[in-house]
Protein backbone atom coordinates (compact mmCIF):
# COMPACT_ATOMS: atom_id res chain seq x y z
CA UNK A 1 0.00 0.00 0.00
CA UNK A 2 3.02 2.29 0.31
CA UNK A 3 4.45 2.23 -3.49
CA UNK A 4 4.09 5.55 -4.98
CA UNK A 5 1.05 6.39 -7.03
CA UNK A 6 3.37 7.39 -9.91
CA UNK A 7 3.62 3.19 -10.48
CA UNK A 8 -0.27 3.16 -10.88
CA UNK A 9 -2.72 0.92 -7.92
CA UNK A 10 -0.70 -1.34 -5.36
CA UNK A 11 -3.76 -4.23 -6.31
CA UNK A 12 -2.27 -4.12 -9.86
CA UNK A 13 1.55 -4.09 -8.85
CA UNK A 14 0.60 -7.00 -6.05
CA UNK A 15 -1.66 -9.14 -8.79
CA UNK A 16 1.60 -8.64 -11.19
CA UNK A 17 3.98 -9.98 -8.29
CA UNK A 18 1.78 -13.19 -7.73
CA UNK A 19 1.22 -13.63 -11.53
CA UNK A 20 5.02 -13.68 -11.96
CA UNK A 21 5.74 -15.45 -8.90
CA UNK A 22 3.34 -17.88 -10.43
CA UNK A 23 5.08 -18.32 -13.84
CA UNK A 24 8.72 -18.36 -12.92
CA UNK A 25 9.92 -15.22 -13.77
CA UNK A 26 11.99 -14.48 -10.23
CA UNK A 27 13.30 -17.99 -10.29
CA UNK A 28 14.49 -17.54 -13.61
CA UNK A 29 15.89 -14.12 -13.09
CA UNK A 30 17.60 -15.45 -10.20
CA UNK A 31 19.07 -18.27 -11.68
CA UNK A 32 20.42 -16.10 -14.17
CA UNK A 33 22.11 -13.68 -12.13
CA UNK A 34 22.94 -16.49 -9.95
CA UNK A 35 25.03 -17.90 -12.98
CA UNK A 36 27.26 -14.03 -13.44
CA UNK A 37 30.64 -14.61 -12.44
CA UNK A 38 30.50 -12.16 -10.11
CA UNK A 39 27.16 -12.65 -7.87
CA UNK A 40 28.85 -10.61 -4.90
CA UNK A 41 28.26 -7.85 -7.06
CA UNK A 42 24.80 -8.34 -8.55
CA UNK A 43 21.97 -6.00 -7.51
CA UNK A 44 18.51 -6.03 -8.19
CA UNK A 45 16.22 -2.72 -8.36
CA UNK A 46 13.10 -3.05 -9.20
CA UNK A 47 12.29 0.65 -8.52
CA UNK A 48 14.15 1.57 -11.94
CA UNK A 49 11.56 -0.71 -14.05
CA UNK A 50 8.09 1.03 -15.09
CA UNK A 51 5.27 -0.57 -16.21
CA UNK A 52 3.07 1.61 -18.12
CA UNK A 53 -0.97 0.94 -16.93
CA UNK A 54 -2.60 -1.78 -18.89
CA UNK A 55 1.19 -3.55 -20.32
CA UNK A 56 1.68 -6.91 -19.20
Known sequence: MDIPAKYGSYKTAWRRLRRWQGEGVWDRIFRA????????????????????????
Do not use: F
Open 33 to 56: LASMREPSRVCVDSSTVEAKKGEK
